[in-house]
């Protein structure tokens, strides 16, 4: 079983710089934000859409400005002070979910690798069988 997926922190020297020219969103900005490992393609996406899609959010949230790149989630369009009093608790329910959907689909996959082989395995046993009784004579 894969290690759960963990929120490590905000790396801090990554953290953009708001662009405040006084247009639309120019006080916005990139937060990333560390986790434990590398999420898998899978785990990115469910990551991404838990994330436009979460169980619980605030009206400060914000879906379609989160990305994934390797261990790192990164907000863009968002600033430290919103991730501190919003997003952080919608981050933590959204890996939480994650965490659960990607147990359930590896369970599955597990029970569908396992299926597969009781099929090819009583495939085996039937052709051994079958072909004991063959006779070219």
Do not use: C
Request: proline letters at 4%.
């Amino acid at each position: 079983m894969a290690m759960k997926l963990d929120i490590v922190g905000v790396i801090e020297d990554e953290v953009g710089t708001p662009r405040n020219d006084g247009t639309a969103g120019s006080a916005l900005y990139k937060v990333p934000i560390r986790l434990n490992r590398g999420a898998d393609p899978t785990e990115a996406q469910l990551i991404k859409e838990t994330w436009d899609h979460p169980p619980s959010f605030t009206t400060m949230h914000r879906p379609g400005i989160l990305r994934v790149d390797g261990d790192t989630i990164v907000l863009d369009g968002t600033t430290v002070d919103e991730v501190a009093d919003y997003h952080a608790k919608t981050l933590r329910l959204v890996i939480d979910r994650v965490n659960q959907l990607a147990d359930e689909q590896r369970s599955q996959e597990a029970a569908e690798q396992k299926r597969i082989e009781e099929q090819q395995r009583a495939h085996s046993q039937h052709v051994s069988e079958a072909v004991k009784k063959i006779d070219f004579e």
